[in-house]
Structures are given as structure tokens and as C-alpha cells.
């Protein structure tokens, strides 16, 4: 079984900043891309970013030049720094990976429970 746990989420005023973290556990052989994707009420699931095994970065328009998605391959972790944080980026914030495990022949796609970020003053 693999698990995604995320973690950081919370309440921040306009302006502030949020670390949310993805550690991914199981029998993982490799991870290739790693991202983040948000869903507003009433709104579809968007990519907010992703990082690929190769350190390449995808980023929605919107959060350009506020978050920063990095990754610890050690620690099979992913982490999306947001700053200049806006109401509009309010929304649940899902960790994704895709990726192999022990024994299969292709890379499966696994989600997080998804954590609460809430910008308010």
C-alpha cells in the first residue's frame, strides 16, 4: 500500500505564508512527479504545481512567482512554499504522485487525503 500524508495546512491572513508538506510511504521503487493540485467550492481540481524526477517545474499562472514546489528524494517528500498568500488561493491542497511500485509492470497514480488552506483576514 502506498500512503500520501499531507500536513501544514491551516488559517493565514492575506499576505502571509504556508509550508505544506507530502511525505509518500510504501513499497515505492521510484517516483517520478510529484505535485500539488487544489479544489475550491464549486470549482474543479486544478494543478497548482508539480516536479518531475529531473527537478523539471510546471506552475499554474496564478501562483507564479509566490509558491515554490521543491522535493527530498531521500525522504520521498514533496513541499509547496506559498507566500503573498491570497483569499483566492483558498481551497483544499491535494498531494499527487505518480509512480512505480515493487512488482509492476507501469506507474500508478496516488493522491493525498488533501489539507485545508484558508486565507482570511
Known amino acids: 500500500q502506498v500512503q500520501l500524508v499531507e500536513s501544514g495546512g491551516g488559517l493565514v491572513q492575506p499576505g502571509g505564508s504556508l509550508r505544506l508538506s507530502c511525505a509518500v510511504s510504501g513499497s515505492i521503487v521510484r517516483i517520478n512527479v510529484m505535485g500539488w493540485y487544489r479544489q475550491a467550492p464549486g470549482k474543479q481540481r486544478e494543478l497548482v504545481a508539480s516536479?518531475?524526477?529531473?527537478?523539471?517545474?510546471k506552475y499554474a499562472d496564478s501562483v507564479k512567482g509566490r509558491f515554490t514546489i521543491s522535493r527530498d528524494n531521500a525522504k520521498n517528500t514533496v513541499y509547496l512554499q506559498m507566500n503573498s498568500l491570497k483569499p483566492e488561493d483558498t481551497a483544499v491542497y491535494y498531494c499527487?504522485?505518480?509512480?512505480?511500485?515493487?512488482?509492476?509492470?507501469?506507474?500508478?497514480?496516488?493522491w493525498g487525503q488533501g489539507t485545508q488552506v484558508t486565507v482570511s483576514s
Open positions: 516536479i518531475t524526477s529531473g527537478d523539471r517545474l
Open positions: 499527487n504522485a505518480d509512480l512505480w511500485l515493487g512488482g509492476t509492470l507501469s506507474p500508478s497514480d496516488y
